[in-house]
């Protein structure tokens, strides 16, 4: 017979690995059962009508929205006779006259500033396939090569 290597008892080594994945496997489910047992379980029923509010809390409530919709309503109107107040500003000069203003607007001069001139050379020609610029002495284009075309 031959020996092909130790046997560990008679177990090879995928035996041994297969028996320690299923002990951990069993380790974690004990784990997650005595966890949720800590936690008092799963879902619990709410108490009848817990959603409804009582007297006192809805009479809370209904305070709270009256005071959020005055303070609404006393910043629109601090809004609306500051804006009534500048049209009277306005109109108070005469009827469809406005204000004059106090500073006198300047004209702005424009000024100009030349970026970018072009004047054509004398001494090139301008190619009229690819717009290359050539010098008077060649007949084909530098660029791409056609043959230049001379104006009648």
């Given at each position: 017979m031959g020996y092909s290597g130790t046997t560990y008892g008679g177990a090879d080594m995928t035996t041994i690995i297969v028996v320690l994945i299923v002990i951990i496997a069993a380790a974690v489910l004990i784990?997650?059962?005595?966890?949720?047992?800590?936690?008092?379980?799963?879902?619990?029923?709410?108490?009848?009508d817990s959603w409804v509010l009582s007297e006192a809390e809805k009479k809370k409530e209904i305070e709270k929205e009256?005071?959020?919709?005055?303070?609404?309503?006393?910043?629109?109107?601090?809004?609306?006779?500051?804006?009534?107040?500048?049209?009277?500003?306005?109109?108070?000069y005469g009827?469809?006259?406005?204000?004059?203003?106090?500073?006198?607007?300047?004209?702005?001069?424009?000024?100009?500033?030349?970026?970018?001139?072009?004047?054509?050379?004398?001494?090139?020609w301008r190619c009229i396939y690819c717009d290359g610029e050539n010098p008077v002495s060649e007949e084909y284009c530098q660029v791409c090569g056609k043959k230049r075309q001379r104006q009648k």
């Open positions: 784990w997650l059962a005595v966890r949720k047992k800590d936690d008092g379980g799963g879902y619990e029923e709410p108490e009848e009256e005071e959020k919709r005055d303070v609404k309503r006393k910043e629109s109107e601090e809004e609306s006779r500051e804006i009534g107040k500048k049209k009277a500003a306005e109109l108070s009827r469809g006259m406005t204000k004059k203003k106090t500073e006198r607007t300047k004209e702005k001069k424009w000024e100009s500033v030349i970026v970018y001139s072009y004047s054509a050379r004398h001494d090139i």
